[in-house]
Nanobody, 117 residues
Framework: EVQLVDSGGGLVQPGGSLRLSCAAS????????MYWVRQAPGKGLEWVST????????SYADSVKGRFTISRDNAKNTLYLQMNSLKPEDTAVYYC??????????RSQGTQVTVSS
């Protein structure tokens, strides 16, 4: 069974940092590109970042470029999202996702990130 379990969210002040983690199991993690997406209150899912299978290539939404860094450790079956210089508009539930945009899409339970003073 595919499982994605994320953690690391919380309440942080504007300008602060958080690191999200997503532990994957039930599939061969290293052969899948992985994604972080988020859902702000009252809005739909928004793509945040993508990382390829090896971790050698990444891409970001314009809204987070230069502030967020996606990475992965295939030996540990874990995906990460380092979030720096957080803004109130980054407040959302964050999900790690496999197969973003496909019927086979799987996502984690979500971790809440709240940026507020």
């Amino acid at each position: 069974e595919v499982q994605l379990v994320d953690s690391g969210g919380g309440l942080v002040q504007p300008g602060g940092s958080l690191r999200l983690s997503c532990a994957a199991s039930g599939f061969t993690f290293s052969v899948y590109p992985m994604y972080w997406v988020r859902q702000a209150p009252g809005k739909g899912l928004e793509w945040v970042s993508t990382i390829n299978r090896s971790g050698s290539s990444t891409s970001y939404a314009d809204s987070v470029k230069g502030r967020f860094t996606i990475s992965r450790d295939n030996a540990k079956n874990t995906l990460y999202l380092q979030m720096n210089s957080l803004k109130p508009e980054d407040t959302a539930v964050y999900y790690c996702v496999r197969d973003w945009g496909y019927q086979s899409m799987r996502r984690s339970q979500g971790t809440q990130v709240t940026v507020s003073s």
